[in-house]
């Protein structure tokens, strides 16, 4: 007899789970922030390598030439300035 006392708290226990109704999932809304996008160059050591290529195919050019004219140093000023941008862009 008093064995079978001790199965009561076990059955009123699977009785109360299995009876109760289930509860309502509650699920916080959760703001999903924008997908990240990148704006420019997507590998900026693949643009510094392709303007020192540049870069070195235009002081050839310029070589072979006894003075630099003026579309020629135009040429280069621009080229640093777009070198130190992709530099400013690595660091």
Excluded: K, N, W
Aim: hydrophobic letters at 60%.
């Amino acid at each position: 007899m008093l064995s079978a006392l001790l199965f009561v708290p076990a059955v009123l226990a699977i009785a109360f789970l299995l009876l109760r109704r289930p509860d309502v999932p509650r699920v916080l809304a959760e703001a999903v922030p924008a997908p990240a996008t990148i704006s420019g160059e997507v590998d900026p050591v693949a643009v510094l390598d392709a303007l020192v290529a540049e870069l070195e195919a235009t002081t050839v050019r310029i070589d072979s030439a006894d003075e630099l004219d003026g579309d020629a140093v135009r040429t280069l000023e621009h080229l640093a300035e777009r070198l130190e941008a992709a530099a400013e862009a690595l660091a």
